[in-house]
């Protein structure tokens, strides 16, 4: 990391915008950082440097802000990525997991063939909620007889208590609020 990044206030990259996608959700926005070279940079960098002596085979990212911060983090960690998509969107055969949220109801896909017995994997998300995604991604992950050992996000929101449907992974995200 350059010394000019390591020292940048990630946070000043984030944009609130209340009340989005519905009344009472205060949505953070990670535009501005993903538009800025230094602050996106920084963000890679900053999981890179967290990530470096984990011993993992994959990194899965989620649709479709995971993508963002998985795909490059996978490729500076020299590791392969595999998307979580929404139902439809992938071509091959799948597994399909449906999860109850705060407000209503979601469902994630996986390719049938994108892992394998006792792969380790490190999840990868904008930002940790309510832990009710990441906790799907992680029973559709086992499966297929993967073991997600880690999750990692930009942004936590802890009064949310998403931790706590997720024991026993590694957390760590850039920014808490
Ligand atoms: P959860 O399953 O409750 O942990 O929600 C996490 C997912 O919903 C992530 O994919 C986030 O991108 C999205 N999300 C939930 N709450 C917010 C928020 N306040 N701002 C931005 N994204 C959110």
Redesign the pocket.
């Known amino acids: 990391m350059t010394s000019s990044t390591a020292s940048l206030d990630l946070a000043a990259y984030i944009r609130d915008i209340p009340d989005f996608p519905q009344p009472g959700?205060?949505?953070?926005?990670i535009s501005p950082l993903l538009k800025s070279p230094e602050a996106f940079r920084a963000c890679i960098d900053r999981l890179v440097e967290h990530y470096a002596s984990l011993d993992i085979d994959y990194i899965v990212g989620?649709e479709s802000?995971?993508f963002l911060v998985g795909a490059p983090l996978a490729y500076h960690m020299n590791k392969g990525f595999i998307p979580i998509r929404k139902p439809g969107k992938l071509p091959y055969k799948v597994e399909r997991i449906d999860y109850t949220?705060?407000y209503g109801s979601g469902s994630l896909e996986i390719h049938a063939d994108a892992l394998g017995e006792g792969h380790r994997i490190l999840v990868v998300?904008?930002?940790?909620?309510?832990?009710?995604?990441?906790a799907a991604t992680r029973a559709l992950i086992e499966r297929l007889g993967g073991n997600v050992v880690a999750a990692g996000f930009v942004v936590e929101?802890e009064f949310?208590h998403?931790r706590d449907r997720l024991s026993g992974l590694d957390i760590h995200a850039l920014l808490k609020y």
């Open positions: 959700i205060n949505f953070k926005d989620i802000r995971g949220l705060e998300d904008d930002l940790l909620a309510t832990g009710g995604t990441v929101l949310l998403g």
